[in-house]
Structures are given as C-alpha cells and as structure tokens.
C-alpha cells in the first residue's frame, strides 16, 4: 500500500501518517522531518534548506526530489510507504510518477485557514524525535516537555504566525493543483483519492482512515 497524505500545514498529515505507519506497519516517509533532521546533522546543503524552510517558502524540487528519491532507493520502499509532505508541487507529483513510483491512495486532510493557523501557532515539537504536539488540542503531559523524554519541546521558527500565513500561501500556489492533479488520476481510475474534514477529532480522523485504507487493501 504507497499512500501519500496532503493537506496544508498543520492539517494533522504528521500525526496521522505516524498512525497509519503503526497500525499497517508500512514506514514512513515524512519530508519535513527529513529535512530537520538535515538541518540538525549539518548534511547536504543544510544552510540553503534551513534558509527556506525559515522562510516558510519550499525547498527547491531538485532538492526534495533528490532526497525523497534517495531514500525510497535506499530502503527500497517502492511497494509499500505512506509519504507526509510531499509532493508539494505538481513538478514533484509528476516526477515522483515518471521515477516509477507508483501511489495507490491519496488521502487529503482538509482544514479551513483560520484553523490552520490555529493549529499551527499552538504547535509544540521534540526536535530530535519530531514528536509534535498542541497546546490545546494534544498537550505533553507536563506543559512543555515531551512525554517519552522529558526533554523541551520547542516551537519552531516556522511555526511563528506570519511564517504560518506565508506557509498557508505556499500551500495554495503550489499544493492545490497536486490536489487537482490526482483528483483527476482518480476519475482515470489510477488511484484512489479521498477527503476528510482534518478539523475532527484525531481519534474519529483514525477511523476514517482505518475505514478508507481496508476498503483498498
Ligand atoms: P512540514 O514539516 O511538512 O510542514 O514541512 C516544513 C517545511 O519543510 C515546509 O514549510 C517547507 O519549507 C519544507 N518542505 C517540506 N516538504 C516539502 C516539499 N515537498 N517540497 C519543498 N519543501 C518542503
């Protein structure tokens, strides 16, 4: 099963790409943390990635391209992944295709901009871990520090809200006609593609996933 979960930023595709990893056991593949990770480790290019990633512009698709590529070859992750963040262009949906990597599901998690933000100015992240959180909606259990390590959680530079607002943009310019791009895969009959409502509870978004993967395995 290769799934790929879009949404804008904040919508939840971390928490539940990291659901539908442990419950199907399928690995995932979340850019973002990919990328932190980059940053973190000073590996290849880490100043320009940091640079936009602050910014809350995105990487350049040669860049992410070549990362996300590097490592479905490396793992060998071909038959069965679920990708969180990327494709974030349509450039980079149609390469990931020509590549050969073939996505049965799309999952979109949609969510209004005022929730977004919301969600967004709330986060609380483990950096080493990617473990996020959400002041009001998914609090650690002692305010502040994560729950497995007692370590600080910290709010990241992108997550600042006029960050937040250039992300939301982002997330139309370039995301949207992904969206579009597969929703018409589907009416070809290549994929599956469905939409939930990212503003329901996350227990209730796990059952409609549950419901949606079965229904395609
Ligand atoms: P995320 O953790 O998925 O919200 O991603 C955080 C940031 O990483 C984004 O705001 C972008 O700067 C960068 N990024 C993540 N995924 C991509 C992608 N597919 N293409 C380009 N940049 C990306």
């Known amino acids: 099963m290769r799934i790929v979960l879009l949404g ?3 919508s939840g595709k971390g928490t539940q790409s990291e659901f539908l990893a442990n419950r199907y056991n399928i690995p995932q593949i979340s850019i973002g943390k990919i990328l932190r990770n980059i940053i973190q480790k000073k590996l290849y290019f880490s100043t320009s990635i940091k640079k936009f990633m602050e910014s809350g512009e995105l990487v350049p698709d040669h860049l992410v391209i070549d990362i996300i590529n590097n490592y479905i070859c490396q793992y060998n992750y071909y038959e069965k992944f679920v990708l969180d963040g990327f494709p974030r262009t349509l450039y980079q949906a149609l390469t990931m295709k020509n590549k050969g990597i073939i996505v049965d599901v799309v999952v979109e998690l949609v969510l209004s901009d005022a929730s977004v933000i919301e969600r967004i100015v709330g986060r609380r992240t483990h950096i080493s871990s990617g473990r996020i959180y959400h002041i009001k ?3 650690p259990k002692d ?7 007692g370590e600080k959680l910290i709010i990241r530079e992108d997550d600042q809200e006029d960050i937040a607002f250039k992300r939301l943009e982002s997330y139309r310019k370039n995301t949207l006609p992904v969206i579009k791009y597969y929703s018409q895969e589907a009416q070809a009959g290549n994929l599956h593609y469905f939409s939930i409502n990212g503003g329901c509870k996350i227990s209730d978004i796990h059952r409609k996933l549950i419901k949606i993967i079965d229904a395609c395995n």
Not at 143 to 149: A, G, R, V
């Open 137 to 139: 909606f998914n609090p």
């Open 8 to 10: 804008p930023p904040g």
């Open 143 to 149: 305010d502040n520090y994560d729950d497995y390590t």
